[in-house]
């Protein structure tokens, strides 16, 4: 082994950074869903192959100067060849890209340290068995670590913020990582070779680390979000069943007694008599007929749910709803968004005395190439905040207007949430665009 210090500084040949970036790529096009079959997808990555291999043989023949343009410009092909042949948003595939950029970075540093640690030792053939098993053991390595974390059934995407946390971490990842070769004189710098290039690898792994629990961390949030929402979901549904249990125990003891009344009526002389009697057992009977019809089933169980919750409190509901405007919801996420809007609705309406107006308004319809969701309810006009959320009036932790399950489940499809309130009447409204896409 030799302890070199002038030649372990040399630029890792540009030859294998460029495969080092398309095989970081190749990665991830292989564990996402992809937008092409087998055969289209392998002919884009042999164009991304050859784009890479121009840009870098290109980059490498311009000044020092230039070395950070030339790397922009390696990033921007990587985001591209990402977009193309994987399934997702312009978001998500700088998302991803940050992600192959960073790995690209770990797979080339943790070959080059190796290969300048033997410096002079091996020749030709034994160096490029040496860059196949690094790199190889390292794609195979994030490619076990990450498979879990990226559904084939799924188009990918993330929001602004996640995209914006995975480039923060990659430049200052790469930053990092290259300031000894700008400058020794930091206090962050190495001074001597073996340890400059130890530095570069250790910062690469523990970026591509900090990227990786970001992911990790999004995705375990998602699953607890999934699994409240679920819950909801289960409560609404034993609701429904309650509601039509006790729904059938109420007809049955109808159908029981409607022979008895229906006697009572023909032996009634007295016409006024008579119709009084007739609307008596028409108001009786006509709150059986509450059962709501959108198009969706869902949107139906949780509506029909809460309104026999709403008719205990005396409010009035008046439902004008397209279920099928919402098909592109998940259940869990329709749950939670129309389930707590009216479990809102509900509490704002009951804050109001039995003798005045108690009401709720559910709309769903399209607005031009958008899709509305409005609920509005009569309330005492009194609106309780705690910094810049709407709060409840009821004690104990935890207890609110809902109004963040609501804006987590709008904003998983692009939606945008507005709230207004007067001294009569709150309106919650989400709007969400002609082809939402999921979070």
């Known amino acids: ?53 121009g840009v870098q043989l290109w980059a490498g023949s311009l000044p020092i100067a230039w070395w950070i343009p030339g790397m922009l410009i390696a990033a921007a092909t990587m985001y591209a060849f990402v977009y193309v042949t994987v399934d997702t948003s312009t978001r998500g595939a700088g998302f991803v890209a940050a992600r192959t950029f960073v790995l690209a970075e770990l797979a080339a540093s943790a070959y080059w ?80 070779g073996t340890e400059i290039l130890y530095i570069r690898t250790l910062v690469d792994l523990c970026g591509y680390i900090a990227l990786h629990v970001q992911l990790r961390v999004h995705q375990e949030a998602v699953a607890r979000r999934d699994a409240e929402a679920m819950a909801q979901l289960l409560r609404s549904q034993h ?29 009634e002389e ?17 709150r059986y007929g509450a059962v709501v019809r959108t198009g969706n089933h869902v949107l139906d169980a949780i509506v029909t749910a809460k309104l026999a919750r709403a008719g205990e409190r005396h409010i009035e509901v008046s439902v004008v709803a397209d279920g099928r405007l919402l098909a592109f919801m998940r259940p869990m996420d329709l749950t939670s968004l129309v389930g707590n809007a009216l479990d809102n609705a509900i509490e704002g309406a009951s ?11 559910l709309a769903v319809f399209s607005q031009e190439d958008f899709t509305m969701v409005r609920v509005q309810n009569t309330f005492d006009g009194v609106v309780l905040r705690s910094g810049d959320r709407i709060v409840t009036r009821q004690r104990g932790q935890g207890h609110g207007y809902g109004l963040r399950n609501i804006e987590t489940a709008a904003h998983a499809y692009g939606g945008a949430l507005s709230v207004t309130a007067d001294n009569r009447w709150f309106s919650l409204s989400v709007l969400f665009p002609a082809t939402p896409a999921r979070d």
């Open 1 to 53: 082994m030799n302890d070199v210090t002038g030649p372990v500084l040399a630029e890792i040949p540009r030859l294998l950074t460029a495969i080092a970036e398309w095989g970081a790529c190749v990665v991830y096009i292989a564990i996402a869903r992809r937008r092409f079959g087998l055969s289209a997808t392998a002919g884009v990555c042999v164009a991304g192959l050859v784009a890479l291999l």
């Open 113 to 192: 340290q190796v290969d300048r640690f033997y410096a002079g030792q091996f020749d030709a053939y034994a160096q490029t068995i040496g860059a196949v098993v690094v790199y190889g053991a390292t794609f195979a390595g994030v490619a076990f670590a990450e498979r879990r974390l990226f559904v084939w059934e799924t188009r990918f995407d993330v929001s602004a913020s996640q995209l914006i946390g995975a480039v923060a971490i990659a430049v200052a990842t790469f930053g990092i990582s290259n300031l000894s070769f700008v400058s020794s004189d930091t206090p962050f710098s190495g001074r001597f």
């Open 239 to 267: 609701d429904q069943y309650e509601i039509t249990r006790r729904s059938i125990d109420d007809v049955n003891r109808k159908h029981h007694d409607m022979k008895h009344h229906l006697d009572a009526i023909r032996s």
């Open 270 to 286: 007295d016409a006024s008599t008579r119709s009084r009697m007739l609307d008596d057992l028409q108001d009786s009977i006509s």
């Open 351 to 361: 804050t109001l005395p039995v003798d005045e107006l108690r009401m709720i308004e």
